[in-house]
């Protein structure tokens, strides 16, 4: 079946998200985090795109860009790639580190856009992960209150006020007011339990004791952890956890 069409946007600002094959984590440290944010920044000068916003979670990214100069195909394949390298000459390893296709909506007005940006940095706040938005270093959001960078912050705050610090202020305020915003997101994914994951390490390890899978030849037991990660969706600290294999290796299988 063809992949339905991407919506183009008239203003050619987009909402868009990209996430880990089978939800797996695409930043493991501080270093990772740092990385990509320095390869928006990198392509921001080679496509000539503008970024107004972007938040990047365990497992996925969110960014909020207007595409000038090129596609915003050909932009996401610079970004993705680049770090796709980059990452698995880091941890050593092959294939894709990205889910097929990148999500995209088109953004046509400045609520919408003003929406958009909220749900953008209320992400870390909504996933518990904070209590505060200032609080989260790997978001745009402060950029808007201390330092710009290379994020457009005026393009926002001209929509707020005129007047830079009361915009700042309207920012702030908007941002952090409660809502039920609902843009592009992640698709649900119900979290598997360690009973669960214990039976499938069993079944597909074909183990009656799951701490044996870290006793096989190398070639055999990085199979079988490539399998329980991209088979069987579970998580790299969930393998770590139940079968006493060190994290760098299960990352690295």
Same mark, same amino acid.
């Given at each position: 079946?063809?992949?339905?069409?991407?919506?183009?946007?008239?203003?050619?600002?987009?909402?868009?998200?990209?996430?880990?094959?089978?939800?797996?984590?695409?930043?493991?440290?501080?270093?990772?985090?740092?990385?990509?944010? =320095?390869?928006?920044?990198?392509?921001?000068?080679?496509?000539?795109?503008?970024?107004?916003?972007?938040?990047?979670?365990?497992?996925?990214?969110?960014?909020?860009?207007?595409?000038?100069?090129? &596609?915003?195909?050909?932009?996401?394949?610079?970004?993705?790639?680049?770090? +796709?390298?980059?990452?698995?000459?880091? %941890?050593?390893?092959?294939?894709?580190? $990205?889910?097929?296709? $990148?999500?995209?909506? &088109?953004?046509?007005? @400045?609520? *919408?856009?003003?929406?958009?940006?909220? %749900?953008?940095?209320?992400?870390?706040?909504?996933? =518990?992960? +904070?209590? @505060?938005?200032?609080? %989260?270093?790997?978001?745009? *959001?402060?950029?808007?209150?201390?330092?710009?960078?290379? +994020?457009?912050?005026? $393009?926002?705050?001209?929509?707020?006020?005129? @007047?830079?610090?009361?915009?700042?202020?309207?920012?702030?305020?908007?941002?952090?007011? &409660?809502?039920?915003?609902?843009?592009?997101?992640? =698709?649900?994914?119900?979290?598997?339990? @360690?009973?669960?994951?214990?039976?499938?390490?069993k079944k597909v390890c074909k183990v009656k004791d799951i701490s044996d899978l870290k006793n $096989?030849?190398?070639?055999k037991r990085d199979m079988y952890l490539r399998e329980l990660k991209e088979k069987h969706n579970?998580?790299?600290?969930?393998?770590?956890?139940?079968?006493?294999?060190?994290?760098?290796?299960?990352?690295?299988?």
């Amino acid at each position: 079946m063809p992949r339905k069409a991407r919506k183009k946007s008239s203003t050619g600002i987009y909402h868009i998200m990209i996430r880990g094959i089978n939800h797996q984590n695409i930043f493991e440290e501080e270093k990772d985090y740092r990385r990509f944010i =320095e390869t928006i920044e990198k392509y921001r000068e080679v496509s000539g795109y503008e970024i107004y916003g972007y938040c990047l979670m365990g497992n996925h990214v969110h960014l909020l860009l207007k595409v000038v100069k090129e &596609p915003l195909e050909q932009v996401m394949r610079r970004i993705c790639g680049s770090y +796709v390298y980059w990452y698995n000459r880091k %941890y050593r390893r092959i294939g894709n580190l $990205f889910q097929d296709r $990148f999500k995209s909506e &088109p953004v046509e007005d @400045d609520s *919408y856009f003003l929406t958009v940006l909220r %749900y953008i940095h209320q992400n870390p706040l909504k996933g =518990e992960l +904070v209590k @505060d938005l200032g609080q %989260y270093q790997w978001s745009s *959001y402060d950029k808007y209150i201390n330092k710009r960078k290379f +994020v457009d912050v005026s $393009f926002a705050l001209n929509i707020l006020d005129n @007047d830079k610090a009361k915009a700042i202020k309207r920012f702030i305020e908007y941002s952090n007011e &409660p809502n039920n915003d609902r843009c592009l997101d992640m =698709e649900k994914k119900r979290r598997i339990t @360690d009973e669960e994951a214990s039976d499938i390490i069993k079944k597909v390890c074909k183990v009656k004791d799951i701490s044996d899978l870290k006793n $096989f030849e190398k070639t055999k037991r990085d199979m079988y952890l490539r399998e329980l990660k991209e088979k069987h969706n579970l998580s790299i600290r969930q393998i770590e956890r139940l079968t006493g294999i060190n994290r760098g290796v299960v990352l690295k299988a």
